[in-house]
């Protein structure tokens, strides 16, 4: 049976339309368990309310918002003990194409090594993401030259390489992680990595993802035989300028913990960071109101022995 979780804030209408594309495409056994991360706009109660007494779906509320590796810990938890052989973790806004989920397991379970698979992902015009598959371990060099604007110069033709734009995305690819929208592992490696690291409240996770993986035994693989819409990161609309202050302080984490990385080689991407928040205040009044909240929190992560604060 495969597990599948949705990890839900203030999306019920996504959550359902993803539940729905999942029943009319997937052939094998599944249970869909839906995490309400403690939106405060009664999804909770909405999505019980549409799924409470459906067999395929269980419906779980946690009471504080903890962010996405927290929330789908949750999930992925109650999956493992229900038995799930495999793992599909799931963003709300993900709609499924016809035999999308099949496909993913038979890829896995026909694959020894093989631990985790991700589909081709397609906006809404049915155009593939360019930035779904990184084929190289996250270093300083790649947050730099791939992941910033300095993305523009190529050097050394980093940003390329970094995300496979020149290798086909209609075949097969071994990756080193994939985007953390949509992604299938067997319960074998799920088992090793599971919980995932929480101090992260989003973004990064990916990253941390790819490094237990490897860590652990197991390949990861973009399998473009399966396809998936993704709606725009409808999922994460609610946040605001909160999305920068949580990229900014996962990735400060991120470098200082699992690169080891000294706040001397972090502090070019903290002030580009920095900087692109700055811009957007000139934007947007949500910037400005949290201008004080990102240079409190972003300081101390960066000010840390650990990059926590």
Not at 68 to 80: D, E, H, Q, R, V
Not at 130 to 155: C, D, P, W
Not at 277 to 295: D, H, M, T, V
């Amino acid at each position: 049976m495969i597990g599948i979780i949705i990890l839900n804030y203030m999306t019920s209408e996504e959550t359902y339309d993803c539940v729905m594309s999942i029943r009319s495409t997937c052939k094998s056994g599944y249970r869909i368990y839906v995490v309400d991360n403690a939106s405060p706009d009664g999804s909770l109660e909405r999505l019980t309310d549409v799924f409470g007494s459906d067999g395929d779906v269980v419906v779980i509320g946690s009471q504080v918002n903890k962010g996405y590796s927290a929330g789908n810990n949750i999930g992925i938890l109650k999956a493992l003990e229900d038995g799930c052989t495999h793992i599909l973790v799931s963003n709300s806004d993900i709609i499924y194409h016809e035999g999308a989920i099949d496909r993913l397991k038979g890829f896995l379970y026909g694959n020894m090594k093989a631990g985790i698979a991700g589909p081709k992902i397609l906006d809404e015009n049915g155009d593939v993401s360019e930035i779904s598959r990184i084929f190289v371990k996250t270093g300083i060099r790649e947050k730099l030259f791939a992941t910033t604007r300095l993305r523009s110069l190529n050097l050394m033709n980093i940003h390329r390489t970094y995300y496979g734009l020149d290798k086909s995305f209609d075949e097969v690819q071994k990756v080193y992680h994939l985007v953390g929208c949509c992604f299938m592992m067997k319960r074998e490696l799920a088992l090793k990595v599971v919980p995932f690291d929480e101090n992260t409240f989003l973004y990064e996770e990916e990253l941390i993802l790819g490094i237990a993986a490897e860590k652990a035994g197991y390949d990861t693989y973009s399998y473009p035989y399966s396809e998936v819409t993704h709606l725009g990161e409808r999922s994460s609309r609610n946040i605001g300028a909160n999305a920068l202050i949580h990229l900014v302080c996962s990735e400060i984490y991120y470098c200082r913990r699992y690169l080891n990385a000294s706040r001397l080689r972090v502090f070019p991407i903290y002030m580009i960071r920095s900087m692109l928040y700055l811009e957007r205040c000139l934007k947007y009044r949500s910037y400005r109101i949290n201008l004080g909240r990102y240079i409190r929190e972003s300081a101390r992560r960066f000010l840390s022995s650990d990059g926590l604060g």
